[in-house]
């Protein structure tokens, strides 16, 4: 990508989703590997924020043996500033429910689940009669799925895949150790396909226009188009469409307010750029391109000069030290320590140099907590607490 | 079959190690020795603690060495700055909500955390608490909880769950608020806990420890108007060496009565004594059964974590017990009426103290129906109610008895050793087998086939009970009769026989059923640690204190047919009945 790469615009996800029916048919009547290396050379990666290749994804689970299989819709979306996946499941419902089929298809799982975040509760009945539609329309075409909605309980970790497991098993939901991964052993210890639902309405994209399609938007290692929450300091707050690969300095400019100061990518487990690192900074999964790259769920929250970066950070350390599941000692301790210790620097209990201890613990942190989210605190923390080192002190 | 074995590389270093093993567990066989908190072996892979973090190649974070698996090829580092600052970062944190208590702790000197302090080098605590302090659980007769202590490894959990099947406590809340917490926060005493104890057997911490009761009994034993006796379960003797310095199991019954009466102990008996007495009520109830079509399979009864176990999750199968009582109780309870008699004692002066590998007899003890003498003396010395006393006063686990004996000053491992007094404390090695798993089984075998067959049994070792199998069974031959056994330990394996009896389907004519890993030798009262290699070595002693006795079935200790002769007459007689049988109560889970 070049330097003066512009912000593109698509419209794919929100398109109507009343050719459905065709699509399910159509790609039924492909074999599984034709539909896996479809996804694959899409390099469709996926939309939870992580990354991992789809293609890759169902490929694993569909070499694996066992009698039972499951593909689950992560629709717990719960990470801050993040309100893209209710608006597909309420507006573009069935590429979700077509997709969950053919990934079942592909893999060989009779059964799909959605889990719902607790709070989206509200989509519960449309969703449901979405649901009887499409499963009806499958008995027609003798096509042997169902698909189930399972609530969540408003817990932040139930998004972790394995912590979900836990969660639809009637456990205490807390991540998993892995290995194993999900598509060797996932809900109830049978391989699982589980992705966002996001991704899965980017697989309907590709599997109605083929994987080409969507391999020519984007950027080397960031094909296609992602959905974008776009909140704080903007006068056009809402969700768009985009071409991944752009620069921040481009995003900012079109939903900036002016005044921006910076912008936390990837809610408050990603990063946060400062205004003078947004030329250098671009919205992608990997490589540097140009300066750094950052991976996203999609969050991205703009703040101006009237925020305070203290706020910021002491807004999100409350919101980890809550959410930490308590399991591992970095992310259950950490986080409280953190929080706490910029606050006595922030009175002045503590000096300067301790901001440099907690560095180091958020190191720590994102080098041994046991999943994700203990992992990312450091993000947010270190990328404030370096950039606006003096707003964290006075 | 030689074991695959796979190439690693520690620290640049190249090694073989057997395939299929953890990182951790690979570099202990080879040496390197990796810390480690919440992870043990066989129990608990939580993962939790942030420990044993190790590098390998191409990882983008470190990773738990403890639960990852060694392949071929893997580059491992143990050590390196990142590494070390994450140790000590974690053991930090975990300080943090940690009492500096460690004087005047419990588990000082013998605490994971003390130890791994020392081992990192840490030097400061550069956390603040941020825990909420939360009240100790003192609701349990067996055990305290004390949550401030506790740094969430979750072994406690693990064991209660995946080894007990009880579920008596899990964690609760999340984050800062996360927490060990029983139902309800009802607390131990109040929910369906077993007592065994295992929870604190495995306890890095002081975080659950036993009700300790060691100061009342200083008391009663420098009060000379009390007549303080002691009695020694099986597997204290293959223990206590340990707690006080010696080797893994080493077998020191003569020391250890030595230090007893060192301590202070006016008698050192052996529940032994009653061990053989349990055979013969047992044996002679199981022929009862047997030939009066009784309920069958008979399930033993000596374990008191069991009893309490089937009194909360199959109380529809509480006929299936003995009813004998636990050979602890058999002591007290003959202790406090023929022992007295015989002597002249009055029994409100007498004292009975256990030492047992156990916390659940802690319970045991203080249940309401373990008050058989007091009810033998009541009319004949004109007692009221509010006199009421137990037949066994106290319970010391082995850990509380070498905490006595160290604080008085007893030199044991250079004592001499010394034999327990008469009559009470004459035994056989049917009785010392009881702290293995089968030990009940065996014993009881060689005492029925004689009893029944009236010739003498040719072979005194019956190996296929013998051993940590989680199920055991045999079929014996008892003149014709076939009759088919089988031995469990832990109350995850007693729940398969369980099941199986519910469903109608028990092949078996008698069970005996261990509460704990091993059986008694692996109490929750035992020396910390206890591993299955320290299990194995505590049997070996104990089979050999067996092989070593000069009488060896329970009906031939000539104490045992004294008492028979001066006091219970027959077995399952009059009086038998009054002192060594009990009933059960139907407790179920809430």
């Given at each position: ?11 794919f ?13 159509k ?69 979700v ?17 959605i ?20 499963e ?5 075409i ?18 972790e ?10 456990k ?47 950027v ?59 030329a ?88 041994t ?13 270190a ?12 | ?10 620290d ?40 044993c ?16 698996q060694?392949?071929e090829?893997?580059?491992v ?15 930090e944190?975990?300080?943090a909500?940690?009492p ?12 994971e ?8 080098g840490?030097k400061e605590?550069?956390y603040?608490q ?18 401030q ?20 406590i ?48 200083l ?8 007549i303080?006796?002691v009695?020694?379960?099986p597997a ?13 199991g080493?077998?020191?019954t ?31 109830e ?75 007899k802690?319970?045991?003890?203080k249940?309401?129906e ?11 010395m ?25 604080l ?34 065996e ?22 009970v ?18 088919k ?6 109350l ?92 059960y ?6």
């Open positions: 990508m070049s330097a003066n790469y512009l912000l593109k615009r698509a419209d996800i929100f398109k109507n989703d009343n050719d459905w029916e065709d699509v399910l048919k790609s039924l009547s492909r074999t599984p590997n034709e539909l896996i290396n479809e996804l694959i050379s899409s390099e469709l990666k996926g939309r939870g924020g992580a990354g991992f290749p789809t293609g890759l994804k169902w490929k694993l689970s569909s070499e694996e043996k066992a009698d039972e299989k499951f593909v689950i819709c992560n629709a717990d979306e719960g990470e801050p500033g993040t309100f893209k996946d209710r608006e597909i499941l309420s507006r573009v419902p069935f590429k429910l077509t997709a969950i089929a053919i990934c079942g298809y592909v893999i060989g799982a009779k059964k799909g689940f889990y719902l975040r607790g709070e989206y509760f509200f989509l519960k009945n449309e969703l449901n009669k979405a649901i009887s539609e499409f009806f329309f499958c008995k027609e003798k096509f042997d799925f169902s698909i189930k909605i399972f609530m969540g309980s408003g817990a932040y970790i139930c998004g895949e394995t912590a979900l497991f836990e969660s639809m098993e009637g205490r939901g807390e991540p998993r150790n892995k290995p194993p991964f999900p598509s060797v052993s996932g809900y109830m210890g049978k391989p699982t396909v589980i992705n966002n639902v996001e991704t899965l309405a980017h697989t309907f994209t590709i599997f109605k226009y083929g994987s080409k399609r969507f391999y020519d938007l984007g080397q290692f960031s094909r296609g188009t992602k959905l974008f929450s776009v909140s704080g300091d903007t006068p056009k707050p809402g969700i768009y469409e985009l071409e991944l690969g752009m620069s921040l300095s481009d995003f900012v400019e079109e939903f900036g307010d002016d005044d921006t100061k910076a912008v936390q990518v990837g809610g408050a487990s990603g990063f946060l750029v400062p205004r003078k690192k947004f250098e900074t671009s919205i992608g999964f990997q490589g540097k391109l140009v300066g750094i790259s950052l991976p996203t769920g999609g969050s991205m929250m703009i703040f101006n000069s009237s925020r305070s970066m203290y706020n910021v950070l002491d807004n999100y350390l409350n919101f980890f030290a809550e959410e930490s599941c308590g399991q591992c000692t970095p992310c259950r301790v950490g986080c409280q320590q953190l929080l706490r210790g910029i606050k006595a620097v922030k009175r002045g209990e503590k000096n300067a140099q301790y901001l440099d201890k907690l560095l180091k613990l958020a190191e720590t942190m994102q080098f907590a046991k999943c994700g989210l203990g992992q990312s605190v450091a993000n947010s923390f990328s404030i607490v370096e950039n606006f080192r003096e707003e964290m002190i006075y | 079959m030689e074991k695959k074995k796979i190439n690693i590389t520690i640049g270093q190249s090694f073989q190690i057997g395939a299929g093993k953890t990182i951790l567990e690979g570099c202990r066989e080879i040496g390197v020795k990796i810390p480690s908190l919440c992870y043990l072996k066989d129990v608990s892979s939580n993962a939790s603690c942030g420990i973090v190790v590098e390998v190649k191409g990882a983008k974070s470190l990773v738990r060495s403890c639960v990852t060694a392949s090829g893997m580059e580092k143990t050590h390196s700055p990142a590494i070390n600052q994450a140790r000590i970062t974690n053991l944190l975990l300080l909500n940690h500096k208590d460690c004087l005047i702790c419990e588990r000082n000197g013998n605490c955390l003390q130890d791994l302090c020392a081992l990192l840490i605590t550069p603040e941020t825990k909420p302090v939360e009240k100790i659980d003192d609701t349990s007769l067996a055990l305290v909880r004390n949550p202590k506790c740094i969430l490894c979750g072994r406690c959990v693990a064991v209660c769950a995946d080894v007990q099947s009880v579920y008596a899990d964690f609760a809340g999340r984050g800062l608020k996360s927490k060990i917490a029983t139902w309800q926060e009802r607390g131990l005493g109040n929910v369906a806990c077993t007592n065994c104890g295992q929870c604190a057997l495995v306890c890095p911490t002081a975080a659950i420890v036993e009700k300790d009761d060691s100061k009342q009994i008391n009663d034993i420098y009060d000379d108007g009390k303080v006796i009695q020694t379960a204290i003797r293959v223990g206590i060496g340990e707690a006080m310095g010696m080797s893994e080493a077998l020191v003569g020391k250890m009565v030595a230090a007893l009466r060192k301590l202070g102990f006016d008698k050192v008996f052996d529940t032994q004594f009653t061990a053989d007495l349990t055979i013969m009520e047992e044996g002679y199981l022929i009862k059964r047997l030939t009066t079509n009784g309920t069958l399979p008979m399930v033993t009864s000596c374990s008191p974590g069991w009893i309490k176990f089937i009194e909360h999750f199959y109380p529809k199968s509480l006929d299936h017990l003995s009813t004998c009582k636990s050979p602890q109780q058999m002591f007290g309870a003959v202790a406090k009426t023929y022992y007295a008699e015989k002597m002249g004692i009055d029994p409100r002066r007498l004292v009975v103290v256990s030492i047992m590998p156990c916390t659940a802690k319970y045991e003890c249940r309401p373990m008050n058989s003498a007091f009810h033998y003396w009541k009319e004949k004109n007692l009221q109610d509010k006199e009421n006393f137990y037949d066994v006063d106290y319970v010391l686990t082995t850990r509380e008895l070498a905490k006595m004996f160290k008085t000053g007893v030199d044991f491992e250079n004592l001499q050793e010394e034999d327990f007094d008469h009559p009470l404390g004459i035994s056989t090695g049917a009785g010392v087998i009881f702290a293995a798993t089968g030990g009940v089984m014993a009881a075998v060689r005492t029925a086939y004689e009893v029944v067959t009236g010739s003498p049994l040719k072979n005194l070792d019956l190996k296929v013998r051993g940590f199998e989680g199920i055991k069974e045999a079929e014996l031959d008892l003149n014709g009769t076939k009759l056994v089988a031995v469990a330990h832990t995850k394996n007693a729940r398969v026989l369980l099941d199986e009896i519910e469903e109608g389907k028990s092949p078996y004519a008698f069970i005996e059923v261990m509460t704990c890993p091993g059986g008694c030798l692996g109490g929750g009262g035992q020396p910390i640690p206890t591993t299955w290699s320290i299990r194995q070595k505590r049997a070996d002693s104990i089979y050999r204190e067996d092989s070593l006795k000069p009488v060896r079935k329970s009906h031939e200790n000539p104490a045992i047919k004294a008492i028979y002769d001066e006091f219970l007459k027959d077995p399952l007689g009059h009086i038998s009945h009054e002192l060594l049988h009990t009933e109560v139907e407790r179920g889970i809430y």
